[in-house]
């Protein structure tokens, strides 16, 4: 008698083969039979008018420290994903020093917008090396973890506080080597690092003051194991961005490792300078390379309020300036103050576009809950002021808790957008899972990959697709036995509604430590999620305690 018998569904196995008719049954946590099974299970689900697939698995999330309060990874599960690779853009939270505990919260503060009660209540700090950390996060692990971890920590954990100050000695560099064998041993699937990201004093994070040397010799340990080397480029600058593609083409030839950049944004000012960069990544992958760019399916939802800062204003210096060092009362002061207003409207008006389109998402006042909804041109008529004045006015109103919504930031062009998601060198990444979970609606790629490109515009098939989010992930970032709906393969499992997946509507829930609630987007046309065989989400249940991972891969 099988653990688990899936009827009568569509198999699209993650092979891109064409999905078929059929069943799938799983015994001890992996799959013993695919197609036409016949045996009784103890637990059957009937998958009819819906599609069985491998779980899938999600590339670039900072679920890092999430996971100490939630292994669930909320809600990634609800989502059909199943794997999740956290510790990117150079951050992971291990291995750390406890001297440095506040210096990375700062930066995930800064780089992540992750509010910095949310550490201070949900995370109690018992490790610091790699193995420890890994240790604890197996603690109630529900989804499986694969974990990066961040070239930033590491010259920290090394260099200390030079390591915010100048490269590496070459004594240092080899310190930094043996601690990185150290964290692959211990179960790092890679190495993160970051050349644009700013840390909690709008200074460059230390990854940035490393020289090509110390990259080059990191990437030696890699090559050793045969893992991952994932950057942020400079993705605003097309030539930026192809001088790092090529970095990382001659990294990956040197020492035999893929390697994968994030994020690749298209729009419609920049279709241009993508098809640029992609032509070098097909040049690149012709003399052998693997160098895989990495780009988000769905447009992106930017909330923000001034109480917290955000990433929409990091070209207002001004404006960032009062949210990030200001205090409530002072922020409050400056939008009060005729001539700071002024200053601060003039700075804004090369974006005077922007504004009129933001709706206002939140308000605590009884007072102003009709306006939510609107757009700050709608308010800004029946006050008779701007939207400039409108979204000031509002926010003084509120204490700073009225929220605004910037929506469909990212991408607004389906054609070029399908376009590059159907290339085979893009890798589907870039979710963000755990981060910005107070301004950005997270997470949603692959129902939006599924439901929209796939259903709606027709960019790809189902089973081209899916593959893309399964066996082509597992495969480039050499994450074992996952990824495929095949015999003796881990039963990581994901049934959806192909007439109904996608990414959902947005949802403010409660559930991060200290301010108690993100913005994220709920799961549409999922309706179960199994993790090594065990039920771990379902539409009508909600979360189950499944067991997760921690998956070290193997070379890639």
Known sequence: MYDLLIKNGTVVDGSGRPGFLGDVAVQDGRIVGVGAVANDARRVVDAAGKVVAPGFIDPHTHFDAQLLWDGFAKPALAHGVTTIVPGNCSLSLAPLRAEHRMKLVGMFNQIEEMPLKAFKEGVVWDWETFAEYVDRIRKGL???????????????????????????????????????RECLDAGAVGLSTSYVDMDERLQPVPSRYADAAELDALASVLGEYGRMLQIVPEFYDADLTIARVDELA??????????????????????????????????????????WPQVQTRPIDISFCFAVPSLLFMRLPGWYRIMRFGMPDEIVAAFRDPDSRAALIQEAAPY???????????????????????????????????????????????????????AGMGHNNDAEVGRLLAHPRVHVGASDGGAHILSFSTYGDTGYLLGHFVRDVKTMSLESAVRKVTADTAEIWGIPDRGLLQKDY???????????????????????????????????GVSEVFVGGALAWSAGGGYQQAQGEILPGRAA
């Open 352 to 406: 005077l576009g922007l504004w009129p389109t933001l709706t206002l998402r939140h308000v605590k006042h009884d007072a102003n809950k009709a306006l939510v909804g609107k757009t700050l041109a709608e308010i800004a008529e029946l006050r008779g002021v701007t939207p400039i004045d409108a979204m000031i006015d509002l926010s003084i109103e509120e204490d700073l808790d009225a929220h605004f919504l910037s």
């Open 490 to 524: 881990v039963a990581d499992i994901v049934i959806f509604d192909p007439k109904t997946i996608d990414r959902g509507e947005e949802d403010y829930v409660a559930d991060v430590p200290g301010d108690g609630s993100r913005y994220v987007r709920d799961s549409r």
């Open 142 to 180: 529900a989804i499986n973890v694969a974990p990066l971890v961040g070239h930033s920590v590491l010259r920290l954990w090394v260099m200390r506080q030079a390591a915010m100050e100048r490269p590496a000695t070459p004594a240092e560099v080899a310190e930094m080597q043996s601690v990185l």
């Open 250 to 291: 001659a990294l990956s030839l040197k020492h035999n490792i893929p390697t994968t950049f994030s994020p690749l944004f298209v729009n419609a000012d920049n279709v241009a300078a993508v098809d640029r960069v992609m032509r070098r990544v097909d040049e690149q992958f012709a003399r052998g390379a693997r160098v």
